[in-house]
Every structure is written in C-alpha cells, then in structure tokens.
C-alpha cells in the first residue's frame, strides 16, 4: 500500500517523515552511519528484503541523504555514505536513541553507549540552545510563527495551539 505524502504539509516534521518515516530507513542509516556501507552487509544486518532495502536506498540517494560510490563494475556495486543532509539526521537518530534508551531499555542499560572523542567521556545526547548552549527542557520551549508558518493541511489547529500555549507561558 503506497504511503501518503505529506508535501502539501508546511509541517518541518511531516516532510522528513516523507523522507525518512518508514520503519526501516531510521536503521538503514543506523548502519550506515557505524559503517556499514555495502548492500549486502545492510541486508544481512537488518534481515531486510533486497527489494525494500534497494527501495529505501534508492530514495534516500534521490533525496540526497546518501551518495552511491562504486566499488566494483561487474556486476555493479556500490558503497552507501552519508552526504551533509544525511550527516545531520545523526542527529534525529541519537534523539531516537535517547528515547529508547530510557524508555525501553530502562534499568537493564542502553545497548550501546558513545563516546565524545573531544573529552574521552561517554555521553549522552541532550538537545541544547544553539543560542546560549542551556540545556533545553520541553517546559522552557514555546513554539512561535516562523518564516513559513503552516497553512494547509495537517496545519488547521496550529494557530490555536500556539494562542493557548503562549497564554499558558504567559501565566
């Protein structure tokens, strides 16, 4: 069953769904970004049909989120990478991560730690201000109109949403 597309959406998190919101693209990238880069080393990994992992790459080189580098000619072969657009959803993954970590794994402990290779320490991601680098707290947060603030569909109820949020904030 095709996916609807949520282009007509002025929504930053519904067009990164349309580029990344299937269930298998988050791993996909997962194994890419810890070097996994060959199509066969992905679909052994992930236990992943060829069709749906040579589907997922396809349009993930189509999005440029990965760049396609040839290894071998005959039969033609190619190795996975990030590009700069792909480099930054590392970002959303480790947010995921995070996520999983303390609510699915809980006290039993993440199945696999970082390391920040600037100071040596395992870490854990937190989102920051890019501003005054505080860390950030849902509660310290309220959303405002931006540049392209939602209009359409999937934005009927953005505009009061954002009205209650700010009454609330402001006491």
């Known amino acids: 069953m095709a996916r609807t597309s949520f282009d007509d959406m002025s929504c930053s998190i519904a067009r990164t769904l349309d580029v990344i919101g299937d269930s298998w693209t988050p791993l996909i990238l997962r194994d890419i970004a810890l070097g996994i880069t060959r199509f066969d080393a992905i679909q052994r990994d992930l236990g992943i049909s ?10 993930l080189v189509d999005n440029d989120v990965l760049t396609r580098e040839p290894y071998q000619d005959k039969p033609a072969r190619h190795d996975y990478y990030p590009t700069e657009k792909g480099a930054d959803l590392a970002f959303v993954l480790l947010a995921m991560q995070a ?9 039993r402990g993440a199945p696999v730690l970082f390391r920040h290779e600037t100071c040596g320490a395992v870490m854990s991601p937190v989102p920051a201000c890019d ?10 947060i309220t959303p405002i109109p931006g540049p392209s603030f939602p209009t359409g569909p999937g934005a009927s ?10 009454a609330v904030r402001a006491g």
């Open 157 to 166: 109820e953005i505009s009061a949403a954002f009205e209650r949020l700010q």
């Open 50 to 59: 060829r069709k749906v992992l040579s589907e997922r790459l396809a349009s």
């Open 131 to 140: 501003h005054c680098g505080e860390r950030i707290e849902v509660a310290d």
């Open 99 to 107: 996520w999983g970590d303390r609510w699915v794994f809980g006290e």
